[in-house]
């Protein structure tokens, strides 16, 4: 549903469209909070930073969110906020399942 914020413990997100097979939400990430290490099966995902500083994890690579980040199916993924602000990313998923019992939680 367009519009509906969730709240996180790293923040919110709110989705900014739905459609058939892509979901775009926008990630606010407190200062100092990161997402969970998760991947998924049926989806990709891409990052682009709006504002604030950050870094992704992803398949065991740290990577600067100053240029747009591909995170792959299976591919183990986190986004942290390395600054005093909060990091604003636009995702992008694409793919066929958007449920959240399609995550799987990696080992913190």
């Given amino acids: 549903m367009a519009g509906a914020v969730t709240k996180k413990l790293w923040g919110h997100c709110r989705t900014l469209y739905q459609g058939e097979n892509i979901l ?26 709006i504002s604030g500083s950050g870094v992704a994890f992803v398949a065991g690579t740290e990577r600067d969110l100053k240029e747009v980040v591909y995170i792959p199916k299976y591919s183990f993924h986190r986004i942290k906020n390395t600054g005093d602000h909060p990091l604003i990313v636009y995702e992008v998923q694409s793919g066929y399942i958007f449920d959240e019992d399609e995550v799987t939680i990696g080992d913190e």
Wanted: aromatic share 4%.
């Fill in 24 to 49: 775009i939400r926008t990630l606010v990430i407190n200062p100092g909070a990161a997402t969970g290490l998760q991947r998924h099966t049926h989806r990709t995902k891409i990052w682009s930073k």
